[in-house]
């Protein structure tokens, strides 16, 4: 399956979990510091799909482009350890023997008002729009043992330590299941 199509059958199915999922957590499209988002679907008996996103400024400390050696280092560093090192991020059982397959993440602009920011006047608004970057990883996981009933740790947090909240979407064979937790959190699939 191209990378396109299973971005896309993600898309559509994990926009299908808010239509379901409680409508008390706290992902709604806005743009949260120190709060991610995580939606998995299952595909299979041993694949699925992970869609991670959130503001830039909880995986690396700053959401505009970087304006310095140290910035660019940490922004750097982030992205690598989203690309690079996901499987310490999303740990399987070990009898599962799971390998990303395809994966993508990028730096991306949110729509212009897809944030939250309590008490902010129209003016302290206007000072940073535009500086709302978010992180956005996509990626495709295959495993060669059964995932139904098995746990996933999700430690996200142990890695990037501005995250403070993780909510999951799981949409899984039988179910859609919503999840928020802080720190390391464990999911049956």
Do not use: W
């Amino acid at each position: 399956m191209s990378y396109h199509l299973r971005t896309g059958l993600a898309f559509f199915l994990t926009a299908g979990l808010f239509a379901v999922c409680d409508t008390h957590h706290h992902y709604e499209g806005a743009h949260q510091h120190g709060v991610v988002t995580v939606f998995i679907a299952v595909d299979g008996p041993s694949d699925l799909t992970v869609d991670l996103r959130g503001p830039a400024e909880s995986f690396y400390g700053f959401e505009h482009e970087p304006t310095n050696p140290e910035e660019q280092a940490a922004q750097d560093a982030a992205l690598s350890k989203l690309r690079d090192q996901f499987t310490d991020l999303f740990i399987f059982p070990a009898d599962s023997h799971c390998q990303v397959s395809q994966h993508e993440v990028v730096v991306e602009m949110p729509a212009a008002d897809d944030h939250d920011h309590e008490n902010e006047t129209s003016a302290e608004h206007a000072e940073h729009s535009g500086e709302h970057r978010e992180v956005h990883g996509i990626y495709a996981v295959q495993c060669q043992g059964v995932l139904e009933g098995k746990t996933l740790a999700i430690a996200l947090t142990e890695h990037f330590t501005r995250i403070e909240t993780v909510n999951v979407q799981l949409l899984g064979s039988r179910e859609q299941r919503g999840f928020d937790f802080e720190g390391r959190g464990e999911i049956e699939l």
